[in-house]
């Protein structure tokens, strides 16, 4: 036998983790319910993951990025929720929005952008869903009209985005629109959009169950003029890049839906260890010990295939939508059950604001539903098996 060291992190995986453990263990964990609290943005750690590079770490080195890869990535998000998931949506929404200039992007477009995230001069944010669009992302109406004129070829953009993450706190927006109508998937098409253009603008914060430090707002496209050269691939090419994006990005959202229940798995252990009844630790009950065991099994289950589903991102294997649907489905399910089972586990008290369970649990709820629905996980998945994808390993 070889002595490779088979599903084991290398060292320098580990030392990403322990580097953003401490981190958050100084400037997330202490913030967190206050952040939840007030509704209010994450500014220290915002403030932190930026000046420790993990704000956008997807970002290549070429462009002054951190250059970490795709497991690396989702350890960062991962080590993130653990402590804060809104704080977590920072790394992760700036990926999410930038990915598409990764897959599909011209160099000077990536030169431009990539350079300002990766420098912290502005967060990417990522523009897909519609109020009559969510899982049926084809059927959006914002529109993008080519314009020629003697200053040159311009997109103008009318219409509204809505569910957009970190929107009014991100300097850059992946917009998705349509350029051709008939086409339907095909006559889609990417462009990036700034904060700063002319006709842009922000609807009230969203008032939600969770996830609460990260501000979630419609965008309004106005009569938005761009220049041709902000379009990302070639026009009628938006919706696969879009789909392509989320291939790698539900891997992200996998592991927040792990860090947000490795953390709630960790408060239930300390606080069954400590809280006594009958004489005894509740530790020491085996009604207990099956819960915390079963809720053990699954986070591991999901980091699993959430390291496994990274893998395939990093290298772009065919069976990567398979993967990034699964870990996402599955993962997030766990991080529901098993925040729902701290809660369970500290009783009246996991029920109060004064403990972190019961924000762990209302936060791990929308990993079921963003960046496509449980439901629509199921519906890419059953694709995959029936077109016939084999799994690479
Ligand atoms: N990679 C590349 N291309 C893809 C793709 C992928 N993973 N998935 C789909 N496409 C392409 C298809 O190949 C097809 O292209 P052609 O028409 O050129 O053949 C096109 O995109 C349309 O695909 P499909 O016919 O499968 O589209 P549907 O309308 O049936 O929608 C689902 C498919 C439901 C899976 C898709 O709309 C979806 O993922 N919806 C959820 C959206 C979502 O996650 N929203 C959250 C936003 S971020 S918070």
Redesign the pocket.
Known sequence: MSDFPLFALSEEHRAIREAVRAVCDAKVTPFAADVDEHARYPEEAADALLASDFHAPHVPEQYGGAGADALATVIVIEEVARADMSASLVPAVNKLGSLPLMIAGSEELKARYLAKLAKGDGGFS?C??EPDA?????AMKTRAVKEETSEGVFYVLDGVKR?ITNAGVSEFYTVMAVTDREAR??GISAFVVEKSDEGVSFGAPEKKLGIKGSPTREVYFDHVRIPADRMIGAEGTG??TA??T??HTRVTIAAQAVGVAQGALDYALGYARERQQFGKPIADFQGMQFLLADMGMKVEAARQLTYAAAGRSERGDADL?FFGAAAKCFASDVAMEVTTNAVQVLGGYGYTHDYPVERMMRDAKITQI???TNQ?QR??MARQLLAGVQSEL
């Not at 969510?134 to 084809?138: N, W």
């Open positions: 990522y897909l869903s969510g899982s049926d992302a084809v569910w998937s095909r919706f696969a789909m392509q989320l291939d939508t963003y960046e496509g629509v519906i890419v």
